[in-house]
């Protein structure tokens, strides 16, 4: 079989079209996050190198204990090494609506349901 080769060093049979490269799972990269990130994210998976889990698949991203969003940061004891399926497991389960309970002046109960969530 002939091939072709990319500007990227990927063979490609003769005839038929470049797709470009495989997507990456993991989009921390030096441009999103910074050389820091990168050393820590580094450190993070050195030291968990099994999803902390599941603890069967091997650490490939790093993800916030408490996430960025409730207040959480980028220290050392917040962050923890998982594998793909169960860091997108984790996402998607902190991302779930939840209801808040308010307390009223007059001792009563309010829910406030979340306004996209479908009843």
Do not use: F
């Not at 968990?48 to 980028?74: E, M, T």
């Not at 996402?91 to 309970?101: I, L, Q, S």
């Amino acid at each position: 079989m002939i091939q072709r080769v990319t500007g990227d060093g990927r063979l490609v049979p003769l005839g038929q079209r470049d797709r470009g490269p495989e997507p990456r799972q993991d989009r921390s990269t030096r441009a999103n996050r910074g050389r820091r990130w990168m050393k820590l994210r580094a450190q993070i998976l050195a030291r968990d190198p099994v999803c902390k889990s599941c603890n069967r698949a091997a650490s490939q991203q790093v993800d916030h204990i408490k996430p960025l969003a409730q207040g959480g940061d980028d220290s050392y004891a917040n962050l923890q090494g998982l594998c793909i399926p169960c860091h997108q497991a984790k996402t998607a389960n902190e991302a779930k609506p939840t209801e808040r309970v308010e307390r009223t002046s007059l001792g009563g109960t309010v829910v406030r349901h979340n306004p996209w969530e479908t009843r």
